[in-house]
């Protein structure tokens, strides 16, 4: 089964920046549509954005235009959020998530993914 690992939380300030990574245990993570997802304590999980398949389109929710994006590195099979201007509000746990999906854009509800990383803290705060 796919595993996937998140890296790269930690304190922020506001209007810092970090980076997240999402490793995948098996090759071919490029076959994924994968979703960047984040729930802050008492909060629903939301989505943040999330990569097609093959064709890297991105899609990023309204709270993150402008200031996050998300990419792709097919050779070292893993998937980027790279976050800008960071706001007190970003803080939460940051998921990673999977679902193999070939030719349909990706989509933000968390029902369409299969699989799910352990999480990543991310806290902005001055």
């Known amino acids: 089964q796919l595993q996937l690992t998140e890296s790269g939380g930690g304190l922020a300030q506001p209007g810092g920046s970090l980076r997240l990574s999402c490793e995948a245990s098996?090759?071919?993570?490029?076959?994924?549509?994968v979703g960047w997802f984040r729930q802050a304590p008492g909060k629903e999980r939301e989505a943040v954005g999330c990569?097609?398949?093959?064709?890297?389109?991105?899609k990023v929710a309204d709270s993150a235009r402008g200031r996050f994006t998300i990419s792709r590195d097919n050779a070292k099979n893993a998937v980027y959020l790279q976050m800008n201007d960071l706001k007190p509000e970003d803080t939460a746990v940051y998921y990673c998530?999977?679902?193999?999906?070939?030719?349909?854009?990706?989509?933000?509800?968390?029902?369409?993914?299969?699989?799910w990383g352990q999480g990543t803290q991310v806290t902005v705060s001055s």
């Open positions: 998530a999977a679902t193999q999906l070939v030719g349909r854009p990706c989509e933000f509800a968390t029902d369409d993914y299969v699989y």
């Open positions: 098996v090759y071919m993570l490029n076959t994924y549509n």
């Open positions: 990569v097609s398949s093959f064709v890297r389109d991105t």
